[in-house]
């Protein structure tokens, strides 16, 4: 549907009438799942990747029905992607990067291990450090 808006925006700028009397409303939810999954569909994206944009989407208060639609995963790996983000920092995944042959588990490993043995401060300095 937003690929034939932004056709109607190029071939007939003239119309007298907008793409949303055309098409119906676009809500918010609509919006996010339909760019995201164009955007999925470019770039082969990480698994840290898309927990970080899972991330941004939880935070901007979208439920978990958008969140999961829009990166194309199941409640629980929603989930887990959740939880990654909320145990380890954002500086930390940053500094790691999108970790292409990383997969779900280990990274859910990671973020255990930054949550029980408390490895935080010891991550951060260390990606700050040269030997990074």
């Known amino acids: 549907m937003a690929d034939t808006r932004s056709l109607l925006a190029i071939v007939a700028p003239g119309l007298q009438r907008s793409s949303a009397d ?55 790996t929603v989930s887990k992607m959740l939880s990654v983000t909320k145990r380890i920092p954002a500086e930390g995944l940053s500094a790691i990067g999108a970790a292409k042959t990383t997969r779900r588990d280990r990274w859910h490993d990671l973020s255990i291990k930054f949550e029980t043995e408390n490895i935080t401060a010891r991550a951060i300095e260390f990606t700050r450090s040269a030997a990074f």
């Open 22 to 76: 055309l098409f119906g409303p676009w809500s918010r939810s609509s919006t996010i799942a339909t760019t995201s999954l164009r955007r999925a569909a470019r770039a082969d994206l990480s698994f840290v990747e898309r927990t970080v944009f899972a991330d941004k989407l939880d935070t901007l208060d979208f439920d978990r029905e958008t969140i999961m639609s829009a990166i194309s995963a199941d409640k629980t």
